[in-house]
Structures are given as structure tokens and as C-alpha cells.
């Protein structure tokens, strides 16, 4: 019998356009796993909130895969600040679906609150991939970001106390999820992200990607891509750029830096732009939406390097769909990116948020065409390597591994235990406000 899976995204669904609002690499990466899970055998429900736009077919991810929008809250978008009062609705919309399933897969620590009740009203496993952890973020804020309240500190600690399996990016997360939050190395597993190699790849290579955008050939262009947040570091860019036509005034007659993605996050918008216009490199700068994956392929094709000067990444997807395309990477050595890159092989990691090391390495990549064009055909070879079918089956090694484990008996983790008891004790005779204060209280 093939598992099914109750994969669960409460602040975003799987199909909104990666670069908008909240949506990014975790998007991505829930969509590639989905259908990947699924060319092997397993039977994957995605759910998340509807906001109200119109639903597309169940099925529109793919065979196997499925789509569910419940109703929890205003049928409205709302900001990520508002979304824990809406768990305990989702999850008993949730839980009156009658499908039964092996195990809950939940993303980001909202979803790991709602399925920390799912799991325990369907006393079945639950494995959580947290993708963003709040103690390491706070820790790399950029300055003005507002930290991350204490609300979602003493969420993240609470699921990862109650979930079965936790799945780390790499091996860093890993170690971070152990050192900051406690967490049962025997519960822990590592699973790489993969990248989608149908759509991300060499294609016709970088003159005709630029004929296409409409990008000059002899141009030198630096790509920034994702959501303009001051995480990401696009405040380090644009100093990073304006340095490197300070030290060489000829570049900016060829210099374009395509910024595609949206602006994101809590933060004042405009950020990057207002910082552009006082340093005097808005002429350089031209600012795209977040577009298609399919063509989002087309501007790492048409790119000299990758931007990524992230203050903190769980993993960093763009840097391997770039590299996928032949295209080398300049990222931040943090959190992942150092498992996605390698170093002086496929592009260049920086220590720290130092515009004048990226401005350094900038003018390396601007100046040295042939030594780039190797890192970029070595990119590629490491991309290959990566695939989202191998990151499925080692995914579907911790669901059987899981499975194999529990029968809610001396295995089960002792917070984990303790919240299917809580869920038990509410007889349904209670009626919904009576379940809906016991599943309230397990959050608190």
C-alpha cells in the first residue's frame, strides 16, 4: 500500500509565486517534494488556508498530489504576525477531514502547531521540516529588523519537543536545532534539498537567455533573485554595487543587476530602492517581478553571477537552480549556503555583510570572464547531484523509519506523548468550543 501523507503549509500555499509576499524557497520546496514523493509511490494532501482566491483544480500540482484549501480565519491575506490565532481553526477544519493518513508532514512552525495537533487527534506520526528557525534568525538581524516575538520562540521549542522526526537542510540546521533548541539527535535527520534539473539547466546558454530578456551581450550582469527583504541582504547588494563602480568608474557603462523578486517581511517596503537612489546606482539597478520558474531559469542562464547575501538561510534554493544553469554563485557562508555552493569550486562564499568583500569579488567575476565560465560548468556538475528524486527517497527513509518506530509506546517522545494524551482527553461529546479550548490549551 502506497503512505499518504497530510502535508501542511498554514501561512502560504504551495501555489503562490515564490518571490511574492511570504512565498519563497519553502514553496518551492514543498511543490518539488510533493510531486517527487509522488513518482514514488506516495499519495501526498497539501493543505493550506484559503485566502479567498479562487481554488484551482485539486489536483493541479500533478498526479498523486493534491491540494486543500480550508477554512480557518477571514477568507483574506493577513500578515504572518496574525496567522497564530488561526492554528487551532485550521486544525479542526483539518481534523474533520475523513481521510485517514500514515503521518503528518508539516512546514514552517505554524504548521508544525496545527499538526502537533493533527497528529495527536489522528494518533499518527508527525515530521516537521522547519525551514526558517526563529533563535538563528534573530541573531542575523539586519539593523532596524524587528526580532521575532516570543511567541513563535516558545512555538518552534514546543514543536520540535513533539515531533517525531525532525528534517534539517543540512547538517548546520541540524546542529542548530540540537544546540539551540534541545532537540533528540536520534529524532533529527538530514535531508538535502534538491532542485528541479527539468527546468533548471544549461538550455541554449547565456547569449541567447540574454537575447530573450532583452539583455545587452557585452553586458556584466550580477543577478539578485528572491524576495527583497532585509534577510536576504539586498541593502548589502546595492552597497556591494555602488562600491565596485567606485573602484572601476568604466564598468557602469555595461553593469545592469536585475533584481527579481517582490518585497517582503514586516519591514518599511522600499528599503533596497530608497538605498539605490542615495548611493547613486539606481541606473544600474531594474527591478523585475517574481516570474515563473520556467523563466526564472532564464535570467540565471543570462547572468554573469548570483547574488545571494543572505544574513541567514536555511538553505538557499536560488543558489542551486543557478548553478543548475550554469551559472556561478557570489552567497554569504551561512546556514546552508555552504552545502549549496563550494567555495573557489562553483562560486564564492563571504564571512560576514561586508559590501566591500562582495564589491571585491564582484570585480573578480567582472574581470575574469574564463576563470567564471569554469565555475559555472562546475556548477553544473554539482547541481546534478542534487535532485529533488533523490531528496523524496531519502525523505520516504524517514517516514518508514518513523512508521517502523511508532506504536505510541516507550518510543514516543515524551512531549509528543503528552500531547495525544491532552487531545484524548477531550471526549467529543464536549462539542466544538470544548475541543476548541483543549487544543488551545495543548498550544500553551
Known amino acids: 500500500m502506497s503512505l499518504r501523507v497530510a502535508m501542511l503549509s498554514v501561512h502560504t500555499s504551495p501555489l503562490h509565486q515564490p518571490g511574492t509576499g511570504d512565498a519563497g524557497g519553502m514553496n518551492v520546496y514543498m ?31 500533478g498526479p498523486g498530489v493534491r491540494v486543500h484549501h480550508l477554512e480557518a480565519g477571514p477568507r483574506a491575506a493577513l500578515a504572518k504576525e496574525d496567522m497564530p490565532a488561526l492554528v487551532v481553526p485550521f486544525s479542526l477544519a483539518l481534523l474533520k477531514r475523513e481521510r485517514r493518513y500514515d503521518l503528518v508532514h508539516s512546514h ?32 542575523a538581524l539586519a539593523d532596524g529588523d524587528a526580532p521575532e516575538p516570543e ?29 539551540l533548541y534541545a532537540a533528540e539527535e536520534r529524532r533529527t535527520e538530514v535531508v538535502r534539498p534538491g532542485v528541479d534539473l527539468r527546468t533548471f539547466g544549461p538550455g541554449r546558454g547565456r547569449a541567447a537567455a540574454r537575447a530573450r530578456l532583452g539583455l545587452p551581450a557585452g553586458a556584466f550582469v550580477p543577478l539578485y533573485a528572491g524576495r527583497v527583504q532585509p534577510l536576504k541582504g539586498p541593502d548589502v547588494m546595492v552597497r556591494a554595487v555602488a562600491e565596485l563602480l567606485r573602484r572601476e568608474p568604466g564598468l557602469r557603462r555595461r553593469t545592469i543587476v536585475p533584481v527579481v523578486g517582490g ?55 536560488v543558489a542551486l537552480e543557478a548553478q543548475a544553469c550554469g551559472t556561478p554563485v557570489l ?11 563550494r567555495d573557489g569550486v562553483t562560486g564564492r562564499l563571504v564571512r560576514g555583510n561586508d559590501p566591500l568583500e562582495y564589491a571585491r569579488w564582484l570585480h573578480w567575476f567582472a574581470g575574469r570572464p574564463e576563470e567564471a565560465a569554469r565555475m559555472g560548468r562546475a556548477a553544473v556538475r554539482h547541481a546534478r547531484s542534487m535532485s529533488w528524486r533523490a531528496a523524496a527517497a531519502r525523505t520516504l527513509e ?47
Not at 552567497?331 to 555552493?341: C, D, I, Q, R
Open 31 to 61: 511543490v518539488q517534494l510533493s510531486r517527487a514523493l509522488a513518482e514514488h509511490g506516495v499519495e501526498v494532501d497539501l493543505f493550506t488556508r484559503c485566502r479567498g482566491e479562487a481554488r484551482p483544480s485539486p489536483d493541479a500540482l
Open 108 to 139: 514552517y512552525w505554524l504548521s508544525g502547531q496545527a499538526g502537533r495537533i493533527a497528529a495527536a487527534g489522528w494518533r499518527i506520526p508527525l515530521v516537521h521540516t522547519a525551514h526558517t528557525l526563529v533563535r538563528v534568525k534573530n541573531g
Open 151 to 179: 511567541l513563535r520562540i516558545r512555538g518552534e521549542h514546543q514543536v520540535v519537543g513533539s515531533a517525531d522526526r525532525l528534517i534539517a537542510n543540512t547538517a548546520d540546521e541540524a546542529r542548530a536545532l540540537r544546540e
Open 263 to 317: 518585497d517582503s517581511g514586516a519591514g518599511p517596503r522600499g528599503g533596497a530602492w530608497e538605498l539605490a537612489r542615495e548611493l547613486g546606482v539606481s541606473d544600474v539597478l531594474r527591478h523585475c517581478p517574481p516570474v515563473p520558474q520556467a523563466e526564472l531559469a532564464q535570467w540565471y542562464r543570462a547572468a554573469d553571477v548570483l547574488l545571494v547575501p543572505s544574513r541567514s538561510e536555511s538553505f538557499g534554493l
Open 331 to 341: 552567497a554569504s557562508a551561512v546556514g546552508g549556503l555552504p552545502t549549496a555552493v
Open 398 to 444: 524517514v517516514y518508514r523509519d518513523v512508521l517502523r518506530e511508532e506504536r505510541w509506546g516507550p518510543e514516543v517522545s515524551e512531549a509528543g506523548a503528552a500531547a495525544r494524551s491532552c487531545l484524548a482527553d477531550a471526549s467529543p461529546l464536549e462539542g466544538r468550543e470544548g475541543r476548541r479550548a483543549t487544543l488551545t490549551a495543548l498550544l500553551s
